[in-house]
């Protein structure tokens, strides 16, 4: 659904230029600011309108998307316009954690205004592409008016009321692929580590793999949420020997490689935890338990 709705858009680092650049390249009226003035300049040739002040640019627009370093500076910058604030959406997608949007929430919301709270799943260059997604938390209903609106940089997928959810989800999933990457990492070390492994054509195999494993996320996160509603057992388990046996190879391949095994320590850790504990089966229930100390 495309909109012509016009937006404000305070903060013009890498993913704040993205963001409004996309805005323009979809019709929608784009009035920009950012602290160091000069990087709302070159904006203008695409039709950007550049405030001169932070109220210049909030009084704009109804809509008012924030993407600053951090949350200290989103509200050392919209403090000082506060009144202004009143009546319009402030649609945060600067990161943060889930307190920090509740508290952000509280105090915009507490000044007369509406407030989406987001989490950006893209890099600037992913920006209006069709992988691009942003995670929004908060009244449904302001989200439902807006959603339109905010769609031309990226798709939007709703969470829920909580606002906290968004950036919950945007760091979960930052979790996920940092420590994949970090395994990509690890694995790139130890087939590099003999004359006849490449990085490429072990990142070429490893791809295949995830694609195979990726499929059974779903299912460990059904057991996961079956487990935490009913206590229902998982239908995906594997043997605690089995990965003792398989995880402790990776790491004595690994040192006779003279490759560092920390990335995979704490993983190591986890399973040795749970057979300590007396379990005979890893699967996803039994990990998050232990990650959340239950
Ligand atoms: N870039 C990325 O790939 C990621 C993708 C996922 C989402 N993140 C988050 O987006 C927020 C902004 O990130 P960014 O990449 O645009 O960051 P920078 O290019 O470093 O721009 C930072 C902007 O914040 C302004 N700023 C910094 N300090 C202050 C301050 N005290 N008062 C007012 N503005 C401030 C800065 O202004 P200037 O330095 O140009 O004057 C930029 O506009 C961030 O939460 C990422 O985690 C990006």
Redesign the pocket.
């Known amino acids: 659904m495309s909109s012509q709705a016009p937006v404000t858009v305070l ?6 230029r993205a963001l409004a650049l996309a805005f323009l390249a979809a019709g929608q009226p784009t009035t920009v600011w ?3 003035a000069a ?1 709302a300049q070159d904006l203008t040739a695409h039709g950007a309108v550049a405030a001169g002040s932070v109220a210049e640019a909030v009084t704009a627009n109804q809509i008012v998307v924030v ?4 949350y200290g ?1 989103v509200r ?2 919209l403090e000082p316009v506060a009144a202004e604030l009143r009546g319009r959406t402030v649609v945060n ?3 943060g954690t889930p307190a920090q949007a509740d508290e952000m929430a509280a105090w915009i919301t507490g000044l007369g205004a509406e407030y989406l709270d987001g989490g ?1 799943m ?3 260059a992913t920006v209006a592409t069709p992988e691009a997604f942003v995670l929004y938390s908060g009244p449904e209903s302001v989200f439902q008016e807006h959603r339109a609106a905010l769609e031309a940089p990226a798709a939007a997928k709703y969470l829920g009321e909580d606002f906290g959810l968004a950036s919950l989800y945007d760091l979960a999933l930052l979790s996920g692929h940092m420590q994949m990457l970090d395994g990509f990492l690890h694995g790139a070390a130890m087939a590099t580590s003999r004359e006849g492994g490449t990085a490429t054509g072990y990142a070429e195999l490893l791809v295949s793999w995830l694609k195979s494993m990726i499929a059974v996320i779903p299912a460990i996160a059904a057991d996961i949420d079956a487990d935490r509603k009913s206590g229902t057992p998982p239908q995906i388990a594997q043997g605690l020997d089995v990965q003792l046996a398989g995880v402790g190879n990776i790491l004595t391949a690994s040192r006779e490689a003279g490759v560092d095994t920390a990335p995979l320590d704490p993983y190591m850790a986890g399973v040795e935890g749970l057979a300590a504990a007396g379990q005979d089966l890893w699967s996803g229930p039994a990990r998050v338990r232990q990650l959340k100390g239950e």
Do not use: H, W
């Open positions: 903060g013009l680092g890498a993913m704040g950012n602290r160091t990087k993407c600053l370093l951090d500076t050392e910058t997608l600067t990161n950006i893209a890099i600037p």
